[in-house]
């Protein structure tokens, strides 16, 4: 069984910061790409950014400069770095993963969700 653990989310004012962290756990023989998606109320998922394994980043254009997405490897762990937070921020955030299981096919894993609330 594969699991995605998120932490990290919690009420913060406009223009603060949170770190969020995803360890992903279980029988895992690889991971390609993590990443983050965010949904706010009454929207669709959409993507945040994302790493390949390699470490090759992509961003949504609305929060370029202000968040920083890491991982490492070794303990199948992927980071958001938010900061100058606004509120369109607001939203639950999960963390996804496109993993190769030991005896397993390769599949897309999502973490249950970290809400993330700033406050104007």
């Known amino acids: 069984q594969v699991q995605l653990v998120e932490s990290g989310g919690g009420l913060v004012q406009t223009g603060g910061s949170l770190r969020l962290s995803c360890a992903a756990s279980?029988?895992?023989?690889?991971?390609?790409?993590m990443g983050w998606y965010r949904q706010a109320p009454g929207e669709q998922r959409e993507l945040v950014a994302v790493?390949?394994?390699?470490?090759?980043?992509n961003y949504a254009d609305s929060v370029k400069g202000r968040f920083t997405i890491s991982r490492v490897n070794a303990k199948n762990t992927v980071y958001l770095q938010m900061s100058s937070l606004k509120p369109e921020d607001t939203a639950v955030y999960y963390c996804?993963?496109?993993?190769?299981?030991?005896?397993?096919?390769?599949?897309?894993?999502w973490g249950k969700g970290t809400l993330v609330t700033v406050s104007s």
């Open positions: 996804y993963a496109d993993i190769v299981k030991v005896y397993g096919p390769r599949m897309d894993y």
């Open positions: 279980g029988r895992i023989l690889s991971i390609n790409a």
């Open positions: 790493i390949t394994s390699g470490g090759v980043t």
